[in-house]
C-alpha cells in the first residue's frame, strides 16, 4: 500500500478535531515541565518542540516557556500559529534542521514515531543535543515499543461538529517483527451534512526496543533518566535526557 500523509496535508483541517487541545494535552504536558525542571542543571526560560504538528502540546506548553516549533508540515505549522499566536513556529526537518539558537529545554513530540530506520533515528535525536544547552533536558516519549506493541490493534475516535461527523479508525500492524518498522492505516469517515466520504492514510513507522532507545540517546552524549507515565490505561516510557555541562 502507497504511503501518504494526508492528515498533515490535504486531510490537515480534522487534526484539530481529534483529541481536545486543552484537555487531551495537559497532563502529558504537565508531566514533561516537571521533568525538565526535575533534571534541568539551570534555570529554564526557553523551549524547542521538534515534531511540533498542530500545536497542541505548545498549546499547553507555553503556559511556562516561551515555545518554539518545529516541523516539516507547512499545513500544520499554520494551525499551530493560529493556535498559539505567541509562539514562533518553523518549518525544518527534524533530521537535518540547524538554526542559530540554542534552548534551554526540548520536547521531540510523537513525530519521531515517523523515523523509520536507524539512521534518520539516531540524527534526529542528535539534531535535539544539538539545539540544546548544556546542562538542558531534553524530554522524548516513544509512542511504542516491541515490548508495548500489540499486532492489529484497533483505535477508535469520534467528533461531532455542528453538521459534521467524522470517525477516526486506526490500525497497526508489523508485518515483520524483525525489522525496526510497523504499518499505520488510518480510515475516515467523514459525514458533512449526512453524506458519507471515505478517505484513507498509511504510514511506515519507526518501532525501536527501550533498550535501543538508551542505546542511541547515550550515545548522542546525553545521561538518560526514566519515568513510567501511565494513560488511557497503557504505560509509556519517558526519558528526560540530560546534556552535560
Not at 498542530?54 to 493556535?83: I, W
Not at 538508551?214 to 519515568?227: N, P, W
Amino acid at each position: 500500500m502507497k504511503e501518504t500523509c494526508r492528515l498533515y496535508s490535504d486531510l490537515a483541517w480534522l487534526w484539530p478535531l481529534w483529541g481536545e487541545t486543552s484537555s487531551e494535552y495537559a497532563d502529558y504536558s504537565e508531566q514533561v515541565t516537571t521533568l525538565i525542571h526535575a533534571y534541568a542543571q539551570g534555570e529554564v526560560a526557553t523551549l524547542l518542540v521538534i515534531g511540533c504538528g498542530g500545536g497542541k502540546n505548545v498549546f499547553n506548553l507555553k503556559r511556562t516557556f516561551q515555545v518554539t516549533g518545529l516541523d516539516l508540515s507547512p499545513t500544520m505549522l499554520a494551525q499551530a500559529q493560529e493556535l498559539n499566536p505567541e509562539s514562533t513556529f518553523i518549518l525544518g526537518d527534524m533530521r537535518t534542521f540547524r538554526l542559530d539558537a540554542c534552548f534551554d529545554a526540548v520536547l521531540m513530540d510523537d513525530a519521531i514515531a515517523h523515523m523509520n530506520n536507524r539512521a534518520d533515528f539516531e540524527a534526529a535525536l542528535e539534531r535535539g543535543y544539538a539545539h540544546l544547552n548544556p546542562g538542558g533536558v531534553l524530554v522524548v516519549t516513544p509512542d511504542l515499543t516491541p515490548e508495548s506493541f500489540e499486532q492489529n490493534k484497533i483505535t477508535t475516535y469520534t467528533v461531532k461538529r455542528d453538521d459534521l461527523d467524522v470517525v477516526f479508525i486506526e490500525n497497526i500492524y508489523d508485518p515483520d517483527p524483525l525489522d525496526d518498522q510497523y504499518e499505520t492505516t488510518i480510515l475516515y469517515l467523514i459525514r458533512e451534512q449526512g453524506v458519507l466520504r471515505i478517505e484513507t492514510d498509511h504510514w511506515s513507522m519507526g518501532i525501536f526496543s527501550l533498550n535501543a532507545w538508551r542505546d542511541v540517546l547515550q550515545k548522542v552524549g546525553f545521561k538518560v533518566h526514566e519515568k513510567i507515565y501511565r494513560q488511557d490505561d497503557q504505560d509509556y516510557t519517558l526519558f528526560a535526557c540530560v546534556k552535560p555541562l
